[in-house]
């Protein structure tokens, strides 16, 4: 197995996916990159190149998580940093039950030498471009601020490869680790 580019997350259900589109399609304006419908998740871990022998150790990490099925919730849009530096445009999904999913791989990714900041649990619909986009966005974003997108059952985390293309990337399950 050679390196691979990859990163630790939750898939969503096609129902949610299906509610969000009315917001990601409000957000196809120029300077703005959606995330194909097909390529929503929440990331827990951005990992970068890695190589076979630490996938095994990553694996190992998700094999200990000892943790139920739950029900996510969808609801609210935001922007990351902030509204008048605007990068990443979200959907909320808050849940305790991510958190301590979080908590609990945390410790174990750290001690391989990834550097984290606080976990902020979202959906990234979009990324800005430019500042160009700015107005537009915020315009949208207040449209679907206290929109409710409806939930999923979280029933395993997965470790995905991703490959980059011209067209946008192409991200593969290469591991999940089912919830009880």
């Known amino acids: 197995m050679p390196s691979m580019r990859a990163f630790i997350a939750v898939p969503i259900s096609d129902e949610v996916k299906k509610n969000i589109e009315p917001f990601r399609k409000a957000l196809e304006i120029d300077d703005v990159k959606t995330v194909e419908p097909e390529n929503l998740h929440i990331t827990l871990f951005f990992l970068g190149e890695i190589d076979e022998r630490r996938t095994m150790e990553i694996i190992a990490a998700m094999e200990k998580i000892n943790a139920e099925r739950f029900e996510l919730p969808f ?3 935001g922007v990351f940093p902030n509204p008048n530096f605007i990068r990443v445009v979200w959907v909320g999904c808050e849940s305790k039950e991510l958190e301590n999913i979080y908590g609990a791989l945390a410790p174990s990714i750290s001690k391989m030498g990834y ?16 500042p160009a986009a ?8 207040a449209r679907f601020k206290d929109a409710k997108f409806g939930a999923c059952t979280v029933d395993r985390i997965v470790l995905f490869k991703s490959t980059l293309t011209p067209k946008g990337p192409i991200y593969e399950e290469v591991f999940a680790k089912m919830l009880r």
């Not at 550097?115 to 430019?130: N, Y």
């Not at 700015?134 to 974003?141: A, L, P, R, S, T």
């Open 134 to 141: 700015k107005e537009k966005v915020k315009e949208v974003i």
């Open 75 to 77: 609801s609210g849009a």
């Open 115 to 130: 550097k984290f900041e606080d976990f902020r649990a979202h959906l990234t619909i979009a990324r800005v471009k430019g």
